[in-house]
């Protein structure tokens, strides 16, 4: 399930032309901090999960690949 996650992230991400440094702007954390958890070596917290949904106007299921839909 993990491998999912940071593949999804990734992916949304990458697709939205969004760099990590973007990203860790937007979560106010480090770019380095990002890059830990987008290549797993940190778990997501519930918390930054619902921020990227957010961000990207998808589901935290969409990102946990539980669905299909980008929204419900």
Avoid: H, P
């Avoid at 770019?31 to 987008?38: H, K, L, V």
């Amino acid at each position: 399930m993990e491998t999912v996650i940071y593949r999804n992230i990734r992916a949304i991400r990458e697709d939205n032309d969004i760099t990590q440094a973007q990203m860790a702007t937007y979560l106010n954390i480090s770019q380095n901090t990002y890059s830990q958890y987008e290549t797993g070596k940190i778990e997501w917290t519930a918390n930054t999960l619902v921020q990227i949904a957010d961000y990207f106007d998808v589901s935290v299921d969409y990102l946990l690949d539980r669905t299909s839909k980008k929204k419900w």
